[in-house]
């Protein structure tokens, strides 16, 4: 009785308050959905995330890249001070929260700066983050708390490849090239390469001053985000989609015009560089990604079947990320694609995921109406050892081996499969099972124990 009149109380308690607001996070909560902004992947889909990620693991073996494998949670700080406290990431989409020791604990919003402290943790690149090369790539889900829209979840999954230690151009090539050659075995077509420069701490200083007098002699045109953000980092204000912002940006300042000696070396390598590999890429001196850890090369992949959201890959160079984490000189390139992203342009594009994964074999047990039980245990039984010779097999779906679908209900369900292995009480008798080939119908009789040897074959 007590509990009752608690929980009639604490109802009472919600509806009176729930003119406050104090509650409208609870209105229209059903327990039986996902939260706005994540879903499931359904069986129908994620074999095609498998294919793509199989994908993925080949073409970064080639490329010498190893995987690993990053915690979904971080320290605040680790993001707050390596992703930059003027990115919309950080100003406003971190899922933050506090542990019960009082840390304030962040969901990964991206995977570059755990990489970097992984690899600088565990001595990847050498005892002080210099010596050695490490190329690295991972995938996995991502938080951020944005507004879901078509390809974008407050749950997200990226595939992440990252190249540690190396400074030079040819290292930001590679990995434009590895992105490149990942979508071509994908089947992906229409897709752009779009490449900027975003200078380094010695030459952005400049250029930053540049931007910060001429967008503040058109201030009056500018929204409230970028007004907000001029002071901070008036290099946002390039990358502002609305139509106000985006008509003054493209009257901006080139930064190919303020970049130091180094910076505009690097850059003309690595044009040649993607020229050499006969990479087609267009410069946008608008691009600056949204991470304020970029140095030099910006790069991304845009496909003309998004619209507005248009971008499958994104990345770039990030010499001192490592440095403002509190680590040593450790220089960067990487980039990070969308799984969503991804499979949505192939399916748009017809790209093929090959065959959808299916039972080789589908054990049948002729019981009809429970005649026969024993076929059902024998069903079971050899069931079990074709999946421990490696053979993909599936039987009936009854809970118990007394279960008695029928042998036409069986036999459909076994449709998608190239084999059906039949037992029945003429097959029992005779310790035989009627192995037939659903391509071509032709059925012929083997003994209980050869089936595994007659598949294979």
Known sequence: MALKRGLGQSLKFLKKNKKYGWVSAMEDI?????????????PAESWKWAYVLNVAAGVTAHFGYSEIHLPVFEHTELFT??????????????????????????????ATAGMVRAALEHGLCGDRGQG?????WCWGPMFRYERPQKGRYRQFFQIDVECLGLPGPAADVE?????????????LKNLEVVVNSVGCPQCRPQYRKVLFDYFMSRKGGLCETCLGRLERNPL?????????CSSIADDAPSVYEHLCEECAAHF??????????SFPHRLDKRLVRGLDYYTKTAYEVLSGDLGAQNAVCGGGRYDNL???????????????????RIVMVMEQQGASFREKPQSQVYVVAQDDAGSCPEARGAAQVLTHRLRTKGIAAEQ?????????RSFKAQMKSAAGAAWACIIGPEELAKNLVALKNLRTGEQIHVPFEDVESHLKT
Do not use: N, Q, W
Request: proline share 5%.
């Open 322 to 340: 490592s440095e403002s984490i509190g680590g040593p000189h450790l220089p960067g390139v990487g980039f990070a694609a969308g799984m969503d």
């Open 236 to 244: 946002r204000a390039l990358d502002c989609k609305k139509p106000e």
């Open 396 to 404: 009936d779906g009854g809970d118990s081996v007394h279960a008695a």
């Open 175 to 187: 990995v434009i090239a590895l992105s490149a050659e990942m979508f071509r075995r994908l089947g």
């Open 81 to 110: 001070r390596g992703v930059g406290d003027t990115t919309d990431i950080v100003e406003k989409e971190m899922y933050t929260f506090t542990d019960r020791g009082g840390r304030s604990l962040t969901l990964r919003p991206e």
């Open 132 to 136: 050695r090369a490490s190329k690295l």
């Open 30 to 42: 059903d327990s039986r959905k996902a939260p706005r902004g994540v879903r499931d992947i359904l």
């Open 268 to 277: 003309e390598e690595v044009k040649a560089g993607l020229t050499r590999l």
